[in-house]
């Protein structure tokens, strides 16, 4: 499965839910805005698996989870 998705000018919370059966996935999400702060987080399985916050003049945040 292969996913590559850019959304321009979406609202705060924003979230998209993939869904496969290859057991070797690689989450990366990668959030930028015209804020002081942000954070993104990979839920697997309903379980916390990264998490990360970013603060300062168009805060950009990202989260990598190589064992999705």
Do not use: H, Y
């Amino acid at each position: 499965i292969g996913l590559n998705e850019v959304r321009i000018g979406v609202p705060l919370p924003w979230s998209v839910t993939v869904s496969t059966t290859d057991p070797g996935m690689l989450a990366n999400v990668v959030a930028q805005g015209d804020t002081a702060a942000l954070g993104c987080r990979i839920l697997v399985n309903d379980k916390l698996v990264a998490e990360n916050q970013a603060e300062g003049r168009d805060a950009q945040a990202f989260c990598l989870d190589k064992a999705a």
